[in-house]
C-alpha cells in the first residue's frame, strides 16, 4: 500500500490561509470517515489536530479545520502564525492487506 | 499529566534484537489501545503496530509481521515492543503512540493518536 499522497511544502504569509490536500484511494481515504492530521515541529513529536476527518480534539485551535471529498482529504489553516511553520501529516485507516493505517508523505508548511 | 515515556533505543547489528519499552503516566492503560509509530531520518511517519486495551488483538504492517511483536502489562503501566532479526531499514525513532479514546470517535475506534511519546532511536547498522 503506497503512502497517501501530500504536496511535499506549501507556503503562505501571517494571517493568510492554506490548504493541504491528502490524496488516497478508495481502499483508504475514500471508504472511511477515519483521516486524522498531525503537526510535526522540528524535533518534537507528532501532535493529533484533526480526527475523524473534521473533528478536533480539545485544546486544537479553531483556525485548523479539514474536510473529505471522495479520495482526498484537505487540511486548511486560517490566520496563519508563525507557530504554524511545521510538518503536517494526515492518516488514514485503510482496508488493505498491508497495513492498517497509512500516512501521508508528508507537507512542510513555511510561513513566509 | 498524561505522559509517553519510550527506552530501549540504541545501536544493532543486522540479524540483532531489541526490545523498546513505553512508560505510561497519567492514564488509566487498560482503557486505551496503544500503537507503535515509526520515523526513518529526514522521512515521513510509518505505523508499525496496534495493541488492543486487554491485549488480545495485535495489528501488524506488512514489512515487520513475524519479526516484531508488540505487547503491555497494564499492572505495570508499560507497552512493549520486541524487534528481532532488525534490519538496516528498520533504523528510525520509534514513538508510542496512545488511541484517541473511542467514546469520542463516531464508530468506536477512530485509528487516531492522541498522545505520542519523545521517541526511542533505533539504529540498525554494522
Known amino acids: 500500500q503506497s503512502a497517501l499522497t501530500q504536496p511535499a511544502s506549501v507556503s503562505g504569509s501571517p494571517g493568510q490561509s492554506i490548504t493541504i490536500s491528502c490524496t488516497g484511494t478508495s481502499s483508504d481515504v475514500g471508504s472511511y470517515n477515519l483521516v486524522s492530521w498531525y503537526q510535526q515541529h522540528p524535533g518534537k513529536a507528532p501532535k493529533l489536530i484533526v480526527y475523524?476527518?473534521?473533528k478536533r480534539p480539545s485544546g486544537v485551535s479553531n483556525r485548523f479545520s479539514a474536510s473529505k471529498s471522495g479520495n482526498t482529504a484537505s487540511l486548511t489553516i486560517s490566520g496563519l502564525q508563525a507557530e504554524d511553520e511545521a510538518d503536517y501529516y494526515c492518516?488514514?485507516?485503510?482496508?488493505?492487506?498491508?497495513?492498517?493505517?497509512?500516512f501521508g508523505g508528508g507537507t512542510k508548511l513555511t510561513v513566509l | 499529566e498524561v505522559q509517553l515515556v519510550e527506552s530501549g533505543g540504541g545501536l544493532v547489528q543486522p540479524g540483532g534484537s531489541l526490545r523498546l519499552s513505553c512508560a505510561t503516566s497519567?492514564?488509566?492503560?487498560?482503557?486505551?489501545?496503544m500503537n507503535w509509530v515509526r520515523q526513518a531520518p529526514g522521512k515521513g511517519l510509518e505505523w508499525v503496530s496496534y495493541l488492543s486495551g486487554g491485549g488480545g488483538i495485535k495489528y501488524y504492517t506488512d514489512s515487520v509481521q513475524g519479526r516484531f511483536t508488540i505487547s503491555r502489562e497494564n499492572a505495570k503501566n508499560s507497552v512493549y515492543l520486541q524487534m528481532n532479526s532488525l534490519r538496516v531499514e528498520d533504523t528510525a525513532i520509534y514513538y508510542c503512540a496512545r488511541s484517541h479514546h473511542p467514546a469520542y470517535c463516531s464508530g468506536g475506534n477512530c485509528w487516531a493518536f492522541d498522545i505520542w511519546g519523545q521517541g526511542t532511536m533505533v539504529t540498525v547498522s554494522s
Open positions: 497519567g492514564f488509566i492503560l487498560s482503557s486505551y489501545e
Open positions: 475523524d476527518v473534521n
Open positions: 492518516c488514514s485507516y485503510a482496508d488493505s492487506s498491508s497495513s492498517y493505517v497509512i
